[in-house]
């Protein structure tokens, strides 16, 4: 009785394994190609925060997503543009670890009475490429032209200060400059109705639009002009406790980056219709010619005359950071090497 016993004891045991066994693991008795697969990859999830919908300032970030680049370096990255927050403010908040932002702008964020925790980590683009358009011949071709004319602004002090500079440096009288708040969208079309006379612009996108519309226009690049100016705008930023936390992924996010953007620099159309597909604002509908030009004349200017794609010049960021200083634009003064690391880069 005892040996029935056992042997009765020892098929339900085996039943009950090969039961459980059948429980846990459904997925192996189905079809042959999913039993082979490959287990999903374990990715670091990412948050980048644009500062503007999608154009191409940002295209080596989409290249770098389509191409695979940011999987390869182990990240699942989620690009995103949230209209109702500053991209500074989720990333020092924790809500993105990246994002975009300019150095003028940033100056704000390090000398407010509670400092952001960001950190600008990487050059998008090597040189300002902003300046002034205006219709072509109405005498704006320099700072100095903007005497008598009127001029769209931010009201920015940072932005007035500059400009003021620049047509005094130039011999103009900058008390005869007309200000009227800027909430213009479309550049060339503004100055077409003789809204405005004069519009600060980055020339990838507002004058390459000016071209792709017809529109004969005068340009001048502030960097042309003073070479402080030719600070760096957009950068990508940082959350400061991810980089003390996470120094290794945050290298292998700018290293996949990087890569992107030398992609783009050196496959313009193809990265300029990877952009058009990821696009899902809806913003660049309609606007596929325009992404291509931009695309065509910004690929050379992600890297221009750099080492490599990414590198912050310390002396031209901290001689920018000097003029803010000089001019009393900022709450308390900014010293050398405020704001910026090459730390993360390759």
Known sequence: MKKILCIILSLLMVLGLTACAADKTPEASSTPAESNSEPAKNLTKITFALDWTPNT?????????????????????????????????????????????????????????????????????????????????????????????????????????????????????????????????DEPGALK????????????????????????????????????????????????????????????????VRKGYEFAASNPDEAAQILIDADNTGSLKGSEELVKQSQAWISGQYIADAESWGVIDPARWDAFYDWLNENDLVAKELPHGTGYTNDYLS
């Open 193 to 256: 109705a003789n809204q405005t006379d004069a519009i600060w612009v980055f020339y990838g996108w507002g004058c390459i639009n000016a071209d792709v519309q017809g529109f004969e226009y005068d340009y001048f690049f502030f960097k042309d002009i003073d070479s402080v100016f030719d600070y760096y705008t957009p950068v990508i930023i940082a959350n400061n406790d991810f980089l003390n936390e996470n120094p290794d992924t945050a290298k292998a996010f700018l290293s996949a």
């Open 57 to 185: 300032n940002h295209t080596g970030l989409y290249v770098a997503k389509e191409k695979g680049y940011f999987e390869e370096a182990g990240l699942d990255v989620d690009i995103v543009f949230i209209e109702d927050s500053t991209s500074s403010a989720l990333c020092a908040s924790g809500r993105a670890q990246f994002a975009i932002e300019a150095q003028d702008t940033l100056a704000a964020a390090f000398t407010g009475e509670e400092p952001l925790g960001i950190t600008a980590v990487a050059a998008i683009l090597q040189h300002n490429t902003s300046g002034i358009i205006s219709r072509k011949g109405d005498g704006i071709d320099t700072p100095k032209g903007l005497a008598g004319k009127t001029y769209s602004t931010w009201d920015s002090p940072i932005e007035i200060a500059m400009l003021q500079s620049l047509v005094e440096k130039d011999g103009g009288d900058w008390s005869r400059v007309n200000l009227i708040p800027n909430t213009i969208t």
